[in-house]
């Protein structure tokens, strides 16, 4: 496969944005847009034919959503705690929608898709906490929406309403390093969907390099609401803890933004 540059890519995406509006290539499939344009700039699965490309990831997406998008999975401290399936699950659990159907009727959930700008109605928001260097998880017994009134009073009896003791957190430094690897400078690609006939088009309309990854501003996304903590688990299984983000906010998480 030939190498070409950064500036003979953004040639190629110019290109694309000059031929209007083109089928999905893939029908049905959520990452169409994204399948599509790899197919036009003829790659494979984001192997970006330029020189230093493991530094360099291809992004796209619909300009009309701001859904969120998986940034990268990680665990909470205090790590021996296992603290999803060994703390939250077991004393803020609640019962699973499915218990007694799919599952047993035992069967517990702990599922929370968590906001550093406002508390969740069972009273959990995303903290950061810039003296002791950690993005911590707090709970307010107080915040708790009264249709959960039933769910507290269980919390109460299992430990009490306090602050959680000890608080899940994310050091920095690990934050710093996962969010670093994962969030590579890219082409950032937005293009405008709609319906001709009985199939889904794309125009490929905002092109973009961002570069430069900024810790600062990841963290600001955070007490912004832009990037929340999600939580997933129910009895017997933790499907793991994101770090997911709005993916219209993708650009405020680096320094440099070049338009084209």
Known sequence: MELFSKEDLVEKLKEIRKEGWI?????????GVGNTLEDLLEIEENNLPIPNAAEWELKSQRIDTSSLTTLFHMEPSPRALKFVPCVFLPLYGWPHQEAGTKYSPKEMSFRQTISGSSRSDRGFTVIIDRDESKVKISFDAKAVAPKHSEWLKSVEEKVGLGELNPQPYWGFTD????????LKNCFYVKAERK???????????????????SFDQFLNA????????????????????KFRLKQDKLPFLYKQTQKY
């Open 222 to 241: 955070i007490e912004q609401g832009f990037i929340y903590v999600d939580f997933d688990a129910r009895t017997g299984h933790n499907h793991g803890t």
């Open 23 to 31: 089928p999905n290539a893939r029908p049905g499939n959520p990452g």
């Open 195 to 213: 319906r001709i006939g009985n199939k889904e088009h794309f125009w490929y309309k905002e092109i973009m390099i961002l570069t430069e990854f």
């Open 175 to 182: 934050l710093f390093h996962k969010a670093g690897i994962k």
